[in-house]
């Protein structure tokens, strides 16, 4: 689409969700009523940014059925997060919902190079979670052959790599390098894979190499999140230079975390969405945490959609060791990037005294290469860490679920064997 036609269109459904929010009342229709607003007539995509925030917060307080905007009866399924963080997010789907989610995952896939006839082995999580059931429709969408692994039990994962000759794999980045050892300790060679969509959890371009080494593919980044519908909205191309938001469906904005206020194009904010056309639970202004930038501008694929990103992480999840700001991507692109050690970290931030520490544990490539890390860190971030090089096979490997690349030592016995 043209980039007026794509706006005149988000501005006819964006009236169409501030009508159907302020019929349905609830939270997000009291707060439009309060801002003044008595029909989507009365909002313009400029004043967007004028309208009251959506948080996880809201989810919360009125779980599990408190936000919908449609009769009990017409919710269809019902997915959410895993609860890492406390209670569940639940968020439910209409059978509109779950059409347009899996039109949304088969156009990711379809720009990640997928066609219909593609096989794709999809090794994301099933059930509550929204990755392995959100991609398993959109390859059925597509007209592609899934092949539904989920998680888990790898070494039956290589087999059907090589014998069902998957073209495509779906799973998260950490799980991508799992497979791509798993498969050169089989001596298996899955010629046929050509490209990867890995997601549910932020990873670097240093990643992206690895990952490129040990598996013959394109590794590309897919992002999404249940509260505004799964995996589906933004998806990198072939290009591998930005994601390609789905604008039509999500109206997405970046922010200050701070002040809410919007930051120019190409500074990194809180990524907030609008979901004009779900039914289910319609989000306007949704704050989703995560923290990335937005650049506007055709692709030389063709498309004209806004590019975002990757994330650099949530803004929950920075770190703030002796004064200095950082999220673990950052720490992650300065280790890989350094090509002294394997694809596998851990960072431990250890609170067992009122001065925090943050210990970086890895495994080298060859020799002790700890010294170098604790420049490049320095140099790069400004930031003091202690770095801890392990022995191979020390840091957890990703077999289930996304990885684990932060913990918290607050007493007790060490994370990890080797640190003091």
């Not at 989507?40 to 779980?63: C, E, H, I, M």
């Not at 156009?107 to 990755?131: K, Q």
């Not at 919007?262 to 056309?277: A, I, K, S, Y």
């Not at 050690?341 to 495994?363: F, K, N, W």
Request: aromatic share 4%; net charge neutral.
């Amino acid at each position: 689409m043209s980039l007026d036609e794509r706006a005149a269109l988000q501005r006819h459904r964006l009236w169409g969700l501030v009508d159907r929010l302020l019929a349905a009342g609830g939270v997000q229709g009291h707060r439009l009523k309060e801002a003044g607003v008595g029909g989507g007539s009365d909002v313009t995509l400029a004043g967007l940014r004028n309208l009251p925030f959506t948080t996880k917060q809201d989810l919360w307080d009125t779980y599990p059925f408190g936000m919908l905007a449609v009769p009990r009866d017409q919710v269809a399924a019902v997915h959410g997060s895993s609860g890492t963080r406390g209670r569940p997010t639940l968020v439910a789907y209409t059978r509109a919902d779950l059409d347009l989610w899996a039109a949304m995952c088969a156009r990711s896939l379809s720009c990640a190079g997928a066609s219909p006839g593609s096989i794709v082995h999809n090794a994301y999580g099933y059930g509550l979670f929204t990755g392995g059931i959100g991609i398993h429709q959109g390859a059925v969408a597509l007209g592609a052959t899934v092949v539904p692994m989920s998680g888990g039990m790898t070494d039956r994962q290589v087999r059907m790599l090589t014998d069902l000759r998957a073209d495509v794999l779906t799973c998260t980045p950490a799980y991508a390098l799992r497979l791509g050892e798993a498969i050169a300790e089989a001596g298996a060679e899955p010629h046929a894979l050509k490209a990867g969509l890995f997601g549910a959890e932020p990873w670097s371009e240093e990643l992206r190499t690895a990952i490129e080494r040990v598996l013959p593919i394109k590794a590309m980044d897919i992002y999404g999140l249940s509260e505004v519908i799964g995996p589906g909205v933004a998806t990198e191309c072939l290009e591998q230079d930005g994601l390609h938001v789905n604008e039509d469906h999500f109206i997405v904005e970046a922010v200050d975390p701070s002040t809410g206020g919007p930051v120019e194009e190409g500074t990194p904010g809180e990524l907030v969405f609008t979901t004009p056309t779900k039914q289910a639970l319609p989000l306007l202004r949704y704050r989703t945490g995560d923290i990335a930038s937005l650049t506007r501008g055709e692709c030389p694929c063709g498309r004209t959609l806004v590019r975002m990103s990757k994330v650099l992480g949530r803004a929950d999840d920075m770190l703030v060791v002796r004064g200095v700001n950082v999220y673990p991507s950052e720490v992650e692109r300065v280790l890989l990037g350094s090509g002294l050690v394997r694809p596998h970290y851990q960072l431990v931030v250890d609170r067992r005294s009122p001065a925090t520490r943050l210990l970086v544990a890895c495994e080298a490539l060859s020799g002790n290469p700890r010294g170098e890390l604790v420049r490049a860190l320095h140099e790069s971030l400004g930031l003091t860490a202690e770095v801890f090089v392990l022995p191979g096979g020390t840091v957890p490997r990703v077999e289930v679920g996304k990885a684990v690349r932060v913990v918290t030592w607050k007493d007790g016995a060490a994370p990890l064997p080797g640190l003091a």
